[in-house]
């Protein structure tokens, strides 16, 4: 295995520490049997394999880095979950899939990239009637995030915050950490200092911006 997935696999075990939100936002969703879920940006995997098990359902992932979904794909069979995880390469900026697909449609730390409001109009056509869309995003606007929901036809279930001493206990503090151990094994590694260099600076721009450090579940659901 390359020193880039060796990190990128200490990297998800710290993320790992985080699932407990992925299973807390996850019971606060009316009991479905064996729901059919969509992952937006599913990346390397960590929410997704904690979904499949969590949720006795099929697991769609969506993500466009190669890199991350092979590390999923051997997660998936490490898990013994290749019947229940499905991995599609392609962006979110141009997803299509037959209307009223999926029960779930999750989204952490991925809606971003269209935007808020942008994410849960066009997903919407997506999701059963009934169906629920689960957002982790940043806590930048949240009021006037959550006053979009019942404009796009959503009712808003439940909602909670991650604030920024528990984004710094749990991940960026250990982030940091696994960041200056990488950078002194392998100082003269040029795809180790650019995958580094991008984790310390999300460090450095939360540390400079504190509100940047703080996130928000909503568990919506399709009306």
């Not at 969590?54 to 051997?74: C, F, N, Q, R, V």
């Not at 229940?84 to 390469?89: D, G, L, N, T, W």
């Not at 984004?167 to 795809?191: C, H």
């Not at 984790?199 to 659901?221: G, H, R, T, V």
Request: hydrophobic share 35%.
């Amino acid at each position: 295995m390359s020193k880039l997935n060796l990190y990128r696999m200490e990297k998800d075990q710290l993320r790992e520490d985080l699932l407990k939100y992925t299973r807390k936002a996850y019971k606060l969703i009316p009991s479905i049997k064996n729901p059919n879920i969509l992952d937006v940006g599913c990346g390397t995997g960590v929410p997704t394999i904690e979904l499949a098990k969590i949720s006795k359902g099929h697991i769609t992932g969506i993500d466009i880095d190669e890199t991350s979904l092979d590390l999923l794909k051997i997660n998936i069979k490490d898990a013994g979950l290749n019947n229940r995880i499905s991995v599609i390469k392609g962006s979110i900026l141009t997803m299509d899939f037959p209307e009223e697909s999926f029960d779930i449609i999750w989204a952490e730390g991925s809606v971003f990239v269209i935007g808020f409001e942008e994410s849960i109009d066009k997903w919407r056509r997506f999701i059963k009637p009934n169906g629920f869309l689960v957002i982790h995003d940043e806590i930048k606007d949240q009021t006037k995030k959550l006053g979009l929901i019942s404009k796009y036809g959503y009712l808003l279930i439940a909602q909670f915050e991650l604030t920024d001493t528990i984004w710094w206990r749990e991940y960026f503090t250990p982030l940091e950490q696994l960041v200056q151990k990488y950078r002194g094994m392998y100082p003269n590694d040029s795809e180790i200092r650019s995958e580094i260099e991008k984790d310390q600076n999300e460090i450095n721009m939360c540390k400079s911006n504190p509100e940047l450090a703080n996130s928000f579940y909503a568990i919506i659901k399709k009306v």
